[in-house]
């Protein structure tokens, strides 16, 4: 059995079972189904409210074994943490692109105002700046959900 959630031409909606699709596309096509509420038979579908289900994920979705699903919820988190990461970065650092390594010197030196700034390096200028004692990280960029 299947429900729709069907809606008559003055919009009243109503839900109706069925024995499966092919049945409700019969009755529809023969006119046989019928508003409850104004007895106008232009029934058509009517959207469908999307129904939340507060089970577990066991309920819905292909079966994954315990493991696979840990791994699959700790890739998930890293993921999050790390665009929360990101966010806070674009938020509150200065971007200053590929001259990162010369801002970062000279923040260090106090050729330039003390502030937050994320760009690149390469590999060599990386390593040069910590050679040279400049504070700095790095983080894996994740790209943003939305691009
Ligand atoms: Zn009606």
């Given at each position: 059995m299947i429900v729709y959630n069907l809606k008559c031409r003055k919009d009243h909606v109503f839900e109706a079972w069925f024995r499966d699709s092919a049945t409700y596309e019969?009755?529809?096509?023969?006119?046989?189904?019928?508003?409850?509420?104004?007895?106008n038979r232009k029934i058509e579908k009517a959207l469908m409210a999307p129904r939340l289900s507060k089970g577990t994920a066991k309920d819905d979705g292909p079966v994954m074994t315990h493991k696979a699903a840990m791994e699959?919820?700790?890739?998930?988190?890293?993921?999050?943490?790390?665009?929360?990461?990101?966010?806070k970065i674009e938020e509150n650092f200065d971007y200053v692109g590929p001259r990162f390594a010369e801002e970062a010197r000279k923040i260090h030196y106090g050729e330039a105002d003390s502030r937050n700034i994320y760009g690149e390096?390469?590999?060599?200028?990386?390593?040069?700046l910590s050679e040279e004692?400049?504070?700095?990280?790095?983080?894996?960029?994740?790209?943003?959900?939305?691009s």
């Open positions: 019969k009755q529809e096509a023969a006119g046989a189904l019928a508003c409850p509420t104004c007895g699959t919820k700790k890739a998930g988190e890293v993921k999050k943490a790390l665009g929360e990461l990101r966010q390096t390469s590999d060599e200028q990386a390593e040069a004692g400049v504070d700095f990280g790095q983080i894996p960029w994740v790209p943003r959900e939305d």
